[in-house]
């Protein structure tokens, strides 16, 4: 029998899920040269139709998605820096290629507090020692004692190191750049302390030479002076673990004998590339990191 004719004018002749598919897909049916009966339009045209659909067409609309800004709106355009762009570059890298998980622990820093206020009280000003400074301390120890978290992945090895170069995350006002405290395990607090006040300092400047910030074993980043109690931080590659510190805050807990204390307990995170550590072995690094806060004295031997 004769193929019944396409009408003229009007809509396209088109099969329900043909007209539903291209709703879906934005595609006009009136583009579309039909391979029904009587030029019908079925829906593997439609799909033949969005496949033929050339690249350029497919950006346009999808750079139609996000409106311009108004027209009366000020702006101010800031071009990206090399810090940035690199910073950017590395960090989508990880986040994309790189299988974190997550591990937090509190960690009470009541001992902290007294062992520094009594170190610093025998110290000039500009040698008292910071929290941060523990903090760096205790995360070395912990490298040397949980090895596998003081490690880099690379495409065909794993990398563990001997001794810890701890990085510590700075921001300035062109990014986030992490000057690094080179064998942190093997220096005192004071040593860290001077060296982690001129490397920040110089990183704020700009001053800071390549050899001063590209490498380490292991990261710290530190928001607890801006009142952050908890956050995750994204893993440097090709270093295998990534520390958060959050603030301290004071919490109630039992102190035996039926009677409660108030102390001072600030919650760590720690992000870990699961290609080179499991869970379990993130949990014994956050023990043994939390052993050395808890007890600093430890730090000192």
Known sequence: A??????SGGRAPASPLARR????????LGSIKGSGMGGRVIAADVEAAQVSAPAGAARASEGARAPPPPTDAEYEDTP???I???TARRLTESKRDVPHYYLSMECSLEELMRLRTSINDTLEKEHKISVNDFIIKATAKACMEVPQANSAWFDEY???YARADVSMAVSTDKGLITPII?????KPLSQIAAEA???ATRARANKLKPEEFQGGTFTVSNLGMFGIKHFTAIINPPQACILAIGGAEKKVVAAGNGTFKEVAVMTVTLSSDHRVLDGAVGSQWLKAFKKYIETPALMLI
Do not use: W
């Open 2 to 7: 004769p193929s019944a004719p396409a009408p």
């Open 21 to 28: 598919m291209a709703a879906a897909k934005g595609v006009d």
């Open 80 to 82: 990206h820096n090399n």
């Open 84 to 86: 940035r762009k690199i």
């Open 158 to 160: 794993v990398r563990t």
């Open 182 to 186: 080179f064998n942190a395990d093997g």
């Open 197 to 199: 006040k001129d490397l």
